[in-house]
Nanobody
Framework: QVQLVESGGGLVQAGGSLRLSCAAS????????MGWFRQAPGKERDVVAAIDWSGRNTYYADSVKGRFTISRDFGATTIHLQMNTLKPEDTAVYYC???????????????????WGQGTQVTISS
C-alpha cells in the first residue's frame, strides 16, 4: 500500500526558509517519480517541483526556480523540498505525490500522480 506523509510545514517570515519532507512507503522507492505540489485557497493545485526515480532529473515551476530544491534520500525513502527566500505568495498547502515510473521523464501534471499525501500548511508572513 502506498503511503505518503508530509512534514516540515509551518509559519515563517518572508525571506526565511523551510524544509519539507515526505516519507514515502512506495516499494520499491527507486521506481517512483515524486513531486511536490501546492494549493492556495481558491486556486488550483499546481506543481512546485518534481524529480524522477533516479534523482538525476528535476523540474521546477518558474516561480520557485533558484529558491527551491527537490531531492530524494534513497536510504530513508524520503524526498525533501528545501525552500529558501520564501515569499508571502508561497503560502499554500503543500502536497507530496508519487507515481510509478522508472524512465527519465519527470511527471509534472497533477493528473499524472495517483498517490497523494495529506498535505502540510506553509504560511509566509510579510
Amino acid at each position: 500500500q502506498v503511503q505518503l506523509v508530509e512534514s516540515g510545514g509551518g509559519l515563517v517570515q518572508a525571506g526565511g526558509s523551510l524544509r519539507l519532507s515526505c516519507a514515502a512507503s512506495v516499494p520499491p522507492f527507486n521506481s517512483y517519480g515524486m513531486g511536490w505540489f501546492r494549493q492556495a485557497p481558491g486556486k488550483e493545485r499546481d506543481v512546485v517541483a518534481a524529480i524522477d526515480w533516479s534523482g538525476r532529473n528535476t523540474y521546477y515551476a518558474d516561480s520557485v526556480k533558484g529558491r527551491f530544491t527537490i531531492s530524494r534520500d534513497f536510504g530513508a525513502t524520503t524526498i525533501h523540498l528545501q525552500m529558501n527566500t520564501l515569499k508571502p505568495e508561497d503560502t499554500a498547502v503543500y502536497y507530496c505525490a508519487a507515481r510509478y515510473g522508472a524512465g527519465t521523464y519527470v511527471f509534472k501534471k497533477t493528473d499524472e500522480y495517483p498517490y497523494w499525501g495529506q498535505g502540510t500548511q506553509v504560511t509566509i508572513s510579510s
